[in-house]
């Protein structure tokens, strides 16, 4: 989807559902707040999925099919091949972690 939401002839209705489900997705705020038991997790287990299903039912079928070719190449060996992205991505773990052990112990 990643693919095909950078593609040219992609929909800009589904490229703004696709940047909505993302912030939600990535959000500390939610609906119903995770904390409820039970209720708390229903909106990101039927929420997200509905709009990312949504999302790919826009894409037009030759982009997808023409994005799902293109990603074959993305991988070497089954890992990525531009597995630096990853780095900000985990320093910003490791600063969660550290300021968490910090906070705790300190």
């Known amino acids: 989807m990643f693919l095909a939401l950078k593609d040219k002839d992609t929909p800009v209705i589904a ?4 940047a909505i489900a993302v912030a939600y997705a ?4 939610d609906l119903i707040p995770d904390f409820i038991p039970v209720l708390g997790y229903i909106d990101d287990v039927i929420l997200l999925p509905t709009l990312v299903a949504i999302t790919v039912k826009l894409i037009p079928k030759d982009v997808w ?3 799902q070719a293109e990603s074959v190449n993305m991988w070497e060996n089954g890992k990525p091949k531009k ?3 990853a780095i ?3 320093m910003l773990w490791l600063l969660v972690i550290w300021l968490m052990a910090k906070a705790i112990f300190l």
Do not use: D, E, G, T
Not at 15 to 18: E, I, N, R
Not at 26 to 29: N, Y
């Open 83 to 85: 597995w630096y992205f």
């Open 65 to 67: 099919v023409r994005c």
């Open 15 to 18: 490229k703004m559902l696709a």
């Open 88 to 90: 900000p991505i985990v």
């Open 26 to 29: 990535l959000s500390p705020v």
